[in-house]
């Protein structure tokens, strides 16, 4: 039996109108990208939303339009992707590292005030794998100090702490639409905000800094320019890619839940195996497990065609840019380092069958139980 890592159920009639947009010419400012914003708006029930053309440029546009600046630190999860990092470094901020909880790779209100200092301007917090942060100690913490929350959803479409969506307890939340994650258009991503100014900002930072959207120029071309901005926008058959997945997302999420639960029921039959305990807030980007003898499982798993992907094998604050630049110190990542050098993340994609979920625990419950 071979199993993928990752597949996406694209529909026909969505195949079709991405070819009409195509034919059309009209391939940016349509009519999909407002009705994308607008499904992803309600769906996250957040005031305001926005595409862009990655999760990465929706981080930096918000550390942007958040004030971070040359001579500010802005906290960053030591376990992450390296885009956490550069959105910050873009700025001219300093990124400065912190340690996180060992099972949930998140970062933690111990960890993030050991790393508080009087130059600490914002804080990234990444929803690892689709579990939330603990937003309560945190939020509360970094209001009484002044502290400007980012979060970065890249991995948590559908992600709830006490049943508000992940995204709208900062001052933006940023999505990816990678290949991998729970929706695609390719490359791409989405920036919610409750913050009329900072959807504002964002707004006009992502497209050149242009005062004025195509539909309210009087003849083409009649625009300013009031600010330095970039070209961080998604394109229209992109849009109608990701609406297409977001329409049907609520029974894709219900099916990854059912999923992750089958996992965490079979896992539980080994002590030998780490993971998190089974939650509905939780939207199963992948299922993370952890296992001491990595290596020798992947191996197993390639042999037998097995896909899967590790989130992530080393963490960004001893990756020579950043060990280099800051002298960052094994030490102060204790956990972090243990979780990269322990996780594997599993498939969870919606179509996956339960007998292929028993094969792959069935697999590694095998392999455990035998490893001396």
């Known amino acids: 039996m071979k199993v993928k890592f990752s597949k996406k159920n694209i529909s026909n009639k969505c195949l079709s109108d991405i070819s009409k947009i195509i034919k059309s010419g009209w391939l940016t400012h349509g009519k999909y990208t407002k009705l994308f914003e607008e499904k992803f708006r309600k769906y996250t029930n957040s005031k305001y939303s926005l595409t862009v053309s990655s999760c990465t440029a929706g981080l930096h546009l918000s550390c942007i339009a958040a004030g971070f600046k040359h001579g500010d630190e802005i906290i960053v999860p030591a376990m992450t992707h390296t885009a956490t990092a550069h959105a910050v470094e873009y700025t001219g901020a300093k990124a400065v590292f912190c340690d996180v909880d060992l099972v949930s790779g998140n970062l933690t209100i111990d960890n993030l005030k050991k790393k508080i200092s009087k130059k600490t301007k914002g804080v990234i917090l990444v929803h690892m794998n689709g579990g939330p942060c603990d937003f309560e100690q945190i939020k509360t913490f970094c209001d009484k100090k002044k502290i400007k929350i980012i979060e970065d959803c890249a991995h948590a479409l559908g992600t709830k702490y006490k049943n508000k969506h992940v995204g709208n307890f900062g001052l933006s939340g940023s999505f990816s639409f990678y290949p991998t994650k729970q929706i695609t258009t390719g490359e791409g991503g989405m920036i919610i905000t409750n913050n009329k100014n900072f959807f504002k900002s ?171």
């Open 202 to 372: 964002i707004k006009k930072l992502k497209a050149f800094g242009i005062d004025k959207d195509i539909g309210e120029r009087k003849k083409p071309g009649e625009y300013d320019v009031k600010m330095l901005g970039f070209n961080y926008r998604m394109t229209d058959f992109q849009s109608c890619l990701g609406l297409d997945q977001l329409q049907s997302y609520k029974k894709s999420l219900g099916k990854r839940q059912k999923i992750a639960k089958r996992y965490y029921q079979n896992f539980c039959r080994s002590n030998k195996i780490g993971q998190l305990k089974f939650s509905k807030q939780n939207s199963y980007f992948i299922y993370p497990i952890f296992v001491k003898k990595r290596d020798k499982l992947i191996k197993l798993l390639n042999k037998i065609h097995i896909g899967f992907s590790i989130h992530y094998p080393k963490i960004i604050p001893l990756m020579s840019y950043y060990k280099n630049k800051y002298r960052n110190k094994k030490s102060d990542y204790t956990n972090a380092i243990n979780y990269a050098n322990t996780n594997i993340s599993l498939p969870v994609y919606p179509s996956l069958k339960n007998k292929e979920v028993d094969y792959i625990s069935k697999k590694i419950l095998t392999f455990i139980n035998n490893e001396k």
